[in-house]
């Protein structure tokens, strides 16, 4: 069973910065695509950010210019790094990865990030 876990949440101030980590318990297959996707309270799930093996990233509009998602293959770990931090961002964020040849999906516990002054 495969476990992804998250960390780097917490309470920030406006305009600050958080970088969210997901790394895997073991190796999954390398073709794969990696994305972060966030829920706000009274909201649907937004995907924020996907990157594939080859780094391909794409992004919600909402965070262009102000998020970068990266990866680490040889880890299994994806990274979201998160500045000039507005209210609007604060949400539990979810990693997940897909396996593209094996269709299987793999969910992180979530973390809680607040932007509040």
């Known amino acids: 069973q495969v476990q992804l876990v998250e960390s780097g949440g917490g309470l920030v101030q406006p305009g600050g910065s958080l970088r969210l980590s997901c790394a895997a318990s073991?190796?999954?297959?390398?073709?794969?695509?990696m994305g972060w996707i966030r829920q706000a309270p009274g909201k649907q799930r937004e995907s924020v950010a996907t990157?594939?093996?080859?780094?391909?990233?794409l992004y919600a509009d909402s965070v262009k210019g102000r998020f970068t998602i990266s990866r680490d293959n040889a880890k299994n770990t994806v990274y979201l790094q998160m500045n000039s931090l507005k209210s609007e961002d604060t949400a539990v964020y979810y990693c997940?990865?897909?396996?593209?040849?094996?269709?299987?999906?793999?969910w992180g516990q979530g973390t809680q990030v607040t932007v509040s002054s």
């Open positions: 997940n990865i897909r396996e593209i040849i094996t269709l299987k999906e793999y």
């Open positions: 073991r190796n999954i297959s390398s073709i794969n695509v």
């Open positions: 990157i594939t093996r080859g780094g391909t990233a």
